[in-house]
T-cell receptor
Framework: DGGITQSPKYLFRKEGQNVTLSCEQN?????MYWYRQDPGQGLRLIYY???????QKGDIAEGYSVSREKKESFPLTVTSAQKNPTAFYLC????????????FGPGTRLTVT | QKEVEQNSGPLSVPEGAIASLNCTYS??????FFWYRQYSGKSPELIMF????GDKEDGRFTAQLNKASQYVSLLIRDSQPSDSATYLC??????????FGSGTKLNVKP
């Protein structure tokens, strides 16, 4: 089955620890994205990548980092510099090349205490 | 700042009625528009996309786009209780960037 997987589904960390969220897709999509969703709010773009080894900051990139070493994978690291990391994190991808329908993974709910 | 605005709701409709969800966007550079359904605690699911002015129908769903008025809408015919969810509107801009509204919560009452 083609799709986007995110792991883990739930993640609990202590304040001050870095944590890495996994995102993998087997759709052969060019572009991948990370969003953050807080309760009752829309999605805010953290980072996106259109091709391997290239990525751009979104609107709320501070305190986050990403890599895109393989087309299928786009991991997100939430660093200790992120002041309010508790949120629902969503990974998405689009086919690219003129096709912009964006598909989402199941999400990771991160709680930092 | 590119903005996508939606009424947060909740919008309540009886089962079998037409639900009308609306969205406005601020930047005329927006190229295409998307509607997502999001159940509580789940990730968004793409239900419709529209690139050109006019109407686009898919089953019980119709998306409407009016670029002159910077307005996008989603009509759900024969609404079912299973349609109860939050509906997110998104606008696509250049360089693969998307902006999302905060969503409209729809309640379909049996």
């Amino acid at each position: 089955d083609g799709g986007i997987t995110q792991s883990p589904k739930y993640l609990f960390r202590k304040e001050g620890q870095n944590v890495t969220l996994s995102c993998e897709q087997n759709l052969n999509h060019d572009a991948m994205y990370w969003y953050r969703q807080d309760p009752g709010q829309g999605l805010r773009l953290i980072y996106y990548s259109q091709i391997v080894n290239d990525f751009q900051k979104g609107d709320i990139a501070e305190g986050y980092s990403v890599s895109r070493e393989k087309k299928e994978s786009f991991p997100l690291t939430v660093t200790s510099a992120q002041k309010n990391p508790t949120a629902f994190y969503l990974c998405a991808s689009t086919p690219g090349q003129g096709y912009y329908e964006q598909y989402f993974g199941p999400g990771t709910r991160l709680t930092v205490t | 700042q590119k903005e996508v605005e939606q009424n947060s709701g909740p919008l309540s409709v009886p089962e079998g009625a037409i639900a009308s969800l609306n969205c406005t966007y601020s930047d005329r550079g927006s190229q295409s528009f998307f509607w997502y359904r999001q159940y509580s605690g789940k990730s968004p699911e793409l239900i419709m996309f529209i690139y050109s002015n006019g109407d686009k129908e898919d089953g019980r769903f119709t998306a409407q786009l009016n670029k002159a008025s910077q307005y996008v809408s989603l009509l759900i015919r024969d609404s079912q209780p299973s349609d109860s969810a939050t509906y997110l509107c998104a606008a696509h801009y250049n360089f693969n960037k998307f902006y999302f509204g905060s969503g409209t919560k729809l309640n379909v009452k049996p």
